[in-house]
């Protein structure tokens, strides 16, 4: 509607085409419908636009003001569709439902509420502020910051509530913060919502889907979003957590692997929150009862750019949103500064450097893997090379290399991909994981005829990742004659290098660790002790650790004679293989992380 109608007010002279341009490059900028940025911008009366908009319709402009909707009526109508297509309800007569529209144009809206309701639709135009008022006063939406403010004090106070109270950035989770702590929490968030609200964009895919998100939310839920968004980014938060319990809203940042509670919210703008961000990610805000998967993409700053992966998932008392964020500026490429020692590095060179074979990085989920690869991809990409990849998601976009997004609902799968990769002339092929037999088989048989393939499993140390594919289905001659080399890998955070302070540490405990009775005796170990530039955490950052195995001859004797993961490693560290707790230790000699950090994220010896 949003060209169509700056046309017709500009032949009805009732704006310039100055204005127009003006109005349309305010909604570019931050959203809106074209009619309520010419009223902001003051280039038009609300009242005149209204009864302007009903001549060209044909259609009766009428003031809310002057009407009581009967709850029953409001029913007919979910919130979320009211507040997509911002309209709203008035009466049903017979067959015929009235609703008032501040767009009589939309023939979707019309549609989508006849299938909803079975009811014929007629259509009557109201001013958008009239609407949105309306809509806060029959469906609780639209409320300002001062009232979420209000909300979340009382949901905050309720009793039972203390495990999900508000807390500061700075502080920890679990402790109840005062009235003093959530003025500052919004004031904090405010600043960030106020420099949001001018500093990004969002990036669409379509057209239609940039109206939408124009029209569906109202400015504070919006300015809300934005700033919870805006301020991870700043941070450097890796996921934003948005949680809906019983009792309690809240937001939780995770940050360095380590997730906080960064915000609590009133539960009456639980389902606004969750619209919002599904617009932004153009998925179905209708749909509560299935997962959906979707992507944002926004500008910020002068020309920065941050995609977001969104994860709906239903749960008891609503929908838990995941984020996670992809920012390219902070994908370290640089292979030597991911966290190798002197020999791994060597070893892992070398063998992505083989003309063929396959490559295997192991690990949890959010263990480093993917910047791994992408690391390895980096230093393979060149004009000579034709590098394919089949990513679930593509989380970074890397230049030179064809990379391909899995969409399982179409039967694009890993294996599919693998299948028609070998009819592209590849010379490296990397798979975003190998999850079952078939992508294991096609996988093996591509590193045998040829190819480079690098990969990923899910598995505790490099050993076992032989075990793994074994029990597949794979046999253990293939295994043995494809995989060149198996890396397994954890991410540990780093000591705050501003507040890091030497500590006493038992040396029984040390020696319990892994370090020599002798070593022990002379360790100093460090600890962060917080401050501004950690967020008073005493960690800033994260380094890998890293287990590579090299598959070399007699490795591949015990593979085909059927032996032990613990056989198998227990040979390699013969051989000089670093375990992920000698890595570990490593990094605590060298003051980069702490004993507690290692503990953490290694098994042992």
């Known amino acids: 509607m949003a060209s169509r109608l700056g046309e017709m007010l500009v032949t009805a002279k009732l704006v310039t085409k100055e204005q127009l341009e003006q109005a349309l490059q305010m909604q570019k900028k931050q959203g809106g419908r074209l009619g309520s940025n010419l009223v902001q911008l003051g280039f038009i009366e609300e009242e005149e636009l209204t009864e302007f908009l009903s001549e060209q319709y044909g259609v009766p402009s009428i003031n809310l003001s002057h009407f009581d909707i009967d709850p029953a009526v409001l029913k007919l109508v979910p919130a979320d569709v009211a507040k997509k297509y911002l309209l709203i309800p008035l009466n049903r007569t017979g067959a015929t439902l009235t609703i008032a529209m501040a767009d009589p144009s939309n023939v979707f809206a019309m549609d989508d509420i006849k299938f909803l309701t079975g009811y014929h639709v007629e259509p009557v135009v109201a001013s958008e502020a009239s609407i949105k008022t309306s809509l806060g006063k029959y469906y609780g939406v639209g409320k300002s910051l001062a009232t979420i403010k209000d909300a979340g004090m009382d949901m905050m106070n309720a009793e039972g509530d203390e495990a999900f109270s508000f807390s500061t950035p700075g502080s920890e989770g679990g402790e109840e913060a005062g009235s003093e702590d959530w003025d500052q929490e919004v004031g904090d968030f405010g600043d960030l919502i106020s420099g949001a609200v001018e500093d990004m964009e969002l990036v669409q895919e379509s057209d239609d889907t940039g109206v939408a998100v124009a029209e569906a939310e109202d400015a504070p839920i919006i300015k809300l979003v934005n700033g919870i968004l805006f301020k991870a980014i700043k941070m450097g938060v890796s996921d934003i957590h948005f949680e809906p319990y019983e009792k309690a809203f809240r937001v939780r940042y995770r940050l360095d692997g380590v997730l906080h509670q960064e915000l609590g919210l009133p539960l009456e703008i639980r389902n606004a929150i969750t619209s ?39 749960c008891l008392f609503g929908e838990k949103i995941v984020l996670r964020l992809l920012d390219k500026s902070n994908l370290q490429l640089d292979m030597t500064k991911l966290g190798f020692d002197e020999k791994q590095l060597a070893d892992f060179q070398e063998a992505i450097h083989k003309p063929y074979g396959m490559v295997l990085v192991t690990g949890p989920t959010g263990s480093g893997k993917t910047t791994t690869l992408y690391s390895a991809l980096n230093q393979l ?225």
Not at 283 to 292: N, S, V, Y
Not at 458 to 480: C, K, Q, W, Y
Not at 482 to 500: D, E, F, G, P, T
């Open 381 to 605: 990409n060149k004009i000579s090379e034709n590098i394919m990849t089949a990513e679930d998601p593509v989380e970074f976009n890397l230049a030179g290399i064809n990379q391909v997004q899995m969409r399982d609902n179409i039967g694009l799968n890993f294996a599919s991909a693998l299948r028609s990769f070998l009819r592209q002339d590849p010379d490296i092929i990397m798979v975003g994981e190998i999850r079952d037999f078939e992508t294991a088989e096609i996988a093996v048989k591509a590193a045998l005829t040829g190819h480079l393939v690098l990969s990923t499993l899910h598995t505790n140390d490099a050993p076992s990742t032989i075990n793994r594919l074994l029990n597949m289905g794979i046999e253990p001659f293939l295994v043995s004659s494809s995989v060149i080399l198996i890396l397994a890998q954890r991410l540990a955070r780093k000591l705050c290098q501003k507040c890091k302070e030497p500590i006493e540490f038992p040396p029984e405990a040390l020696i319990d660790v892994g370090f020599s009775e002798e070593e022990s005796a002379n360790l100093t170990i460090y600890k962060g002790k917080g401050c501004s530039t950690c967020a008073n955490k005493g960690y800033k950052g994260r380094i890998a650790l890293y287990e590579v195995l090299p598959i070399d001859d007699p490795t591949r004797e015990l593979i085909v004679r059927g032996a032990s993961s613990i056989e198998i490693k227990e040979y390699a560290r013969e051989v000089g293989m670093y375990t992920l707790r000698d890595s570990g230790l490593t990094k605590i000699r060298e003051g980069v992380t702490s004993v507690e950090e290692v503990l953490k994220v290694t098994f042992g010896n």
């Open 276 to 314: 919002r961000v599904k617009i932004m990610a153009n998925l179905d805000i209708a749909e509560r009862r299935l997962p959906q998967d979707g992507r944002i993409k926004i500008k910020y700053g002068k020309s920065q750019d941050m995609d977001f992966r969104v994860s709906c998932l239903p």
